[in-house]
């Protein structure tokens, strides 16, 4: 089993910058692909961003290519999303998911594990 625990959620001003951690336990995580999913208030839980097992192959929604980065440190058992030039519509509870795929994934349904969510806010 893997256990996921995100952390680095809070409130944030528009424009301003925020790193998301979430840490693995129960097992390492080397050769799983990992997925940053956010689900705002009232809708779906979307996909945001993915990497493959080696850092490789990595994707992301169109709503945050360009400002979001999602990176990994295996030594760590760590997975990162760097957020820049947020906006109002970031606000949501953001996920971490671990895939045994090794490929990234942008189904949730490719997911078997999943962390508690932290909730980014971006409000002035």
């Known amino acids: 089993q893997v256990q996921l625990v995100e952390s680095g959620g809070g409130l944030v001003q528009p424009g301003d910058s925020r790193g998301l951690s979430c840490a693995a336990s129960?097992?390492?995580?080397?050769?799983?692909?990992m997925g940053w999913f956010r689900q705002p208030p009232g809708k779906a839980r979307e996909f945001v961003a993915a990497i493959s097992w080696d850092a490789i192959g990595i994707y992301y929604a169109d709503s945050v290519k360009g400002r979001f980065t999602i990176s990994r440190d295996d030594a760590k058992n760590t997975v990162y999303l760097q957020m820049n030039s947020l906006k109002p519509d970031d606000t949501a509870v953001y996920y971490c998911a671990a895939s045994e795929r090794r490929r990234y994934r942008l189904d949730r349904n490719d997911y078997a594990y999943w962390g508690q969510g932290t909730q980014v806010t971006v409000s002035s």
């Open positions: 129960g097992r390492t995580v080397d050769t799983y692909s």
